[in-house]
């Protein structure tokens, strides 16, 4: 029995037509590389043929199972579908291990305490708001946690592949911290924007570096709103969105060491017309547990009540990423 065409509203359609010609092109480059570079061919086409691969009709049966999304990546030990963890904390700045060290205790303390309250109170906590605050001061109550866990585990190296998947145990959170002489820390230190300015790698690198590419139909903007000139990728391309699908991003950064607090990375833009894939904001590490294990059970979305309260510094970093491409 043939398997029906869905119509489709991302980069499906024309990853099956260039993803293998890339692949060729670029060996042992992994499945998120490759589909970065699809995806930089596809920002290059006109906005008319944009949309008509982007709305082709696919199998989806068949595109589940296909090497766009199925190949092997460098980096699935730690960010792949049957990795450890909910959401990835990234070390992103190691100057400070003191403050590093406290700010781990800090996050295996509140793992515990988050466990032990959903033992007590297994249909769910207090209940809050449905969206987060963006102020790093701001107290925030998430409702309805829908899973349970044990431990942080440290991915600083590859595991074994004989241990077995996730299980009931299973942390909340991977933490990517390549220790100083593992190839991963320079993976992470190579992709340090090239403006002088920049000491960091960008929420955008850090997307690409452990989540998978896509497309979106971009929000639809509030009446009398004019889309955004000049156009991104980022926010808005043709009435197009780069977005990125995978697990929680959570990034310990230079400010980190002082507010023991960490960027929260979204994977795409908001309803709210005007804001972008990769923006962020900061939630104190004692909040991020429960925030992550709302998010990843559809319990809650972080989207400020409709409003535009992302780190605009932040977004500015990416929007720049963004336009340089990929290379």
Same mark, same amino acid.
């Given at each position: 029995?043939?398997?029906?065409?869905?119509?489709?509203?991302?980069?499906?359609?024309?990853?099956?037509?260039?993803y293998?010609?890339?692949?060729?092109r670029?060996?042992?480059?992994? /499945?998120r590389?490759? /589909?970065?570079?699809?995806?930089?061919?596809?920002?290059?086409?006109?906005? #008319? *043929?944009?949309?008509?691969?982007?709305?082709?009709?696919?199998n989806l049966?068949?595109?589940?199972?296909?090497p766009?999304n199925?190949?092997?990546?460098p980096l699935?030990?730690?960010?792949?579908?049957?990795?450890?963890?909910?959401?990835?904390?990234?070390?992103? #700045?190691?100057s400070?291990?003191?403050?590093?060290?406290?700010?781990?205790?800090?996050?295996?303390?509140?793992?515990?305490?988050?466990v032990?309250?959903?033992?007590?109170? &297994?249909?769910?906590?207090?209940?809050?708001?449905?969206?987060?605050?963006?102020d790093?001061?701001?107290?925030?109550?998430?409702?309805? &946690?829908?899973?349970?866990?044990?431990?942080?585990?440290?991915?600083?190296?590859?595991?074994?592949?004989?241990?077995?998947g996730?299980?009931?145990? @299973?942390?909340?959170?991977?933490?990517?911290?390549?220790?100083?002489?593992?190839?991963?820390?320079?993976?992470? @230190?190579?992709?340090?924007?090239?403006?002088?300015s920049?000491?960091?790698?960008?929420?955008l690198?850090?997307?690409?570096?452990?989540?998978?590419? *896509?497309?979106?139909?971009?929000?639809?903007? &509030?009446?009398?709103?004019?889309?955004?000139?000049?156009?991104? /990728?980022?926010?808005?391309?043709?009435?197009?969105?780069?977005?990125?699908?995978?697990?929680?991003?959570?990034?310990?950064?230079?400010?980190?060491?002082?507010?023991?607090?960490?960027?929260?990375?979204?994977?795409?833009?908001?309803?709210?017309?005007g804001?972008?894939?990769?923006?962020?904001?900061?939630?104190?590490?004692?909040? %991020?547990?429960?925030?992550?294990?709302?998010?990843?059970?559809?319990?809650?979305? %972080?989207d400020?009540?409709?409003?535009?309260?992302?780190?605009?510094?932040?977004?500015?970093?990416?929007?720049?990423?963004?336009?340089?491409?990929?290379?």
């Amino acid at each position: 029995m043939a398997h029906p065409l869905i119509p489709t509203q991302d980069l499906t359609p024309f990853l099956a037509e260039r993803y293998e010609i890339v692949k060729s092109r670029f060996p042992g480059e992994g /499945r998120r590389k490759w /589909r970065l570079r699809v995806a930089e061919e596809f920002w290059k086409l006109s906005a #008319d *043929d944009k949309a008509a691969y982007a709305t082709r009709s696919v199998n989806l049966n068949q595109s589940e199972s296909a090497p766009y999304n199925v190949d092997e990546d460098p980096l699935d030990f730690i960010a792949g579908e049957d990795a450890p963890g909910l959401g990835i904390v990234v070390r992103a #700045d190691f100057s400070n291990e003191d403050a590093w060290q406290t700010f781990l205790t800090k996050l295996q303390e509140a793992e515990a305490e988050f466990v032990s309250e959903v033992a007590i109170h &297994p249909e769910g906590t207090e209940e809050g708001d449905d969206h987060g605050e963006g102020d790093e001061d701001q107290q925030m109550n998430e409702d309805e &946690p829908q899973a349970s866990s044990s431990s942080v585990v440290n991915a600083d190296e590859e595991m074994d592949e004989d241990e077995d998947g996730p299980s009931e145990s @299973s942390p909340i959170f991977a933490i990517f911290n390549p220790t100083p002489n593992s190839p991963l820390r320079g993976l992470l @230190s190579s992709v340090h924007s090239p403006l002088a300015s920049q000491a960091h790698p960008t929420n955008l690198n850090i997307l690409r570096l452990l989540t998978d590419v *896509d497309i979106r139909r971009v929000p639809t903007p &509030p009446q009398g709103t004019k889309r955004i000139k000049p156009p991104n /990728r980022l926010v808005d391309y043709d009435q197009w969105q780069e977005v990125y699908k995978g697990k929680g991003i959570w990034v310990y950064d230079e400010r980190s060491n002082v507010d023991q607090c960490v960027r929260v990375v979204s994977l795409e833009g908001s309803a709210c017309y005007g804001t972008a894939t990769a923006d962020s904001w900061r939630a104190r590490v004692s909040h %991020i547990c429960e925030l992550q294990v709302n998010l990843s059970s559809g319990a809650m979305t %972080i989207d400020f009540g409709g409003l535009d309260r992302y780190d605009y510094g932040e977004r500015v970093k990416n929007m720049e990423e963004a336009e340089r491409g990929i290379v």
